[in-house]
Nanobody, 118 residues
Framework: QVQLVESGGGLVQAGGSLRLSCVASGTTFSINAIAWYRWYRQAPGKQRELVASISRGGGTNYADSVKSRFTISRDNAKNTVYLQMNALKREDTAVYYC?????????WGQGTQVTVSS
């Protein structure tokens, strides 16, 4: 099994930046089996949305709504994935969750709140 802990959320003004972190813990065997890390977000009353994903080799995918503003990165040595969020908009306000698929099971962090003010 894998445990995920997100951090870095907070309150920021529109146009500002935040960097989210997700640290994975578990056996080396389990962590090394994670091919993709993903960031999701969910705003009240809305479905959970896939924001970005990154493979162990560094390949990335982004939702259209965050392309050119968000950057996902991964530090394999630290078992950590980051989401650098720039030019934040009010529409980015949500709880952000780290997610991995590990041996055909989904694992989620507890979420970190990002609130973007006017």
């Amino acid at each position: 099994q894998v445990q995920l802990v997100e951090s870095g959320g907070g309150l920021v003004q529109a146009g500002g930046s935040l960097r989210l972190s997700c640290v994975a813990s578990g056996t080396t065997f389990s962590i090394n089996a994670i091919a993709w890390y993903r960031w999701y977000r969910q705003a009240p009353g809305k479905q959970r949305e896939l924001v970005a994903s990154i493979s162990r080799g560094g390949g990335t995918n982004y939702a259209d709504s965050v392309k050119s503003r968000f950057t996902i990165s991964r530090d394999n040595a630290k078992n950590t994935v980051y989401l650098q969020m720039n030019a934040l908009k009010r529409e980015d306000t949500a709880v952000y969750y780290c997610n991995v698929d590990n041996f055909n099971r989904d694992y989620w962090g507890q979420g970190t709140q990002v609130t973007v003010s006017s």
